[in-house]
């Protein structure tokens, strides 16, 4: 059996088996029938980042320092429509001894950190604009990188390569 491209589901298979000896006037057996399920598990495709363009914006006023998909591209090539970009990793956000994070409009800080310069955000919170906050006073160039994750189904996931984009503060 083989599925078509980009299928996950449960398909029932019923079989059928007679027999009847060779040569002899015996008449075919009953058919004796079974049915068995074959699932096949979604397997999530790697997506692409496209880089837009780069962000510029200015020193203590992260409103102007906004990442979403005007800057940032991701899809997948998932075929049947049931892949979805579930969240978006951006790392670079520690250089030295300062540390940046991304908020939301309201300033609050959004995803979850590693504490080593890369926080993780969902799909939900890129959509609504994520902007790059800085420390009071602190400007200059930032080099961000982008790995997009796709899920197909309740665990596949597949991510992207990095991609890189420079803030400037």
Known sequence: LVPPDDYSGTATVTTSVTSSDVGDDVAESAAITDSFAVVVSAVAETPTVIINSNVSGNEDDYTSLLINSSIINASSSDADGSEVISSYQISGLSVGNTNYSLVNVSGTAVGSSDGSGTTTITSDQFNAGVYVKSPTDVH????????????DGISSTASSSSSSFTVNI
């Open 140 to 151: 200059g160039v930032l080099t961000l990188s982008v790995v997009a994750v796709s899920k």
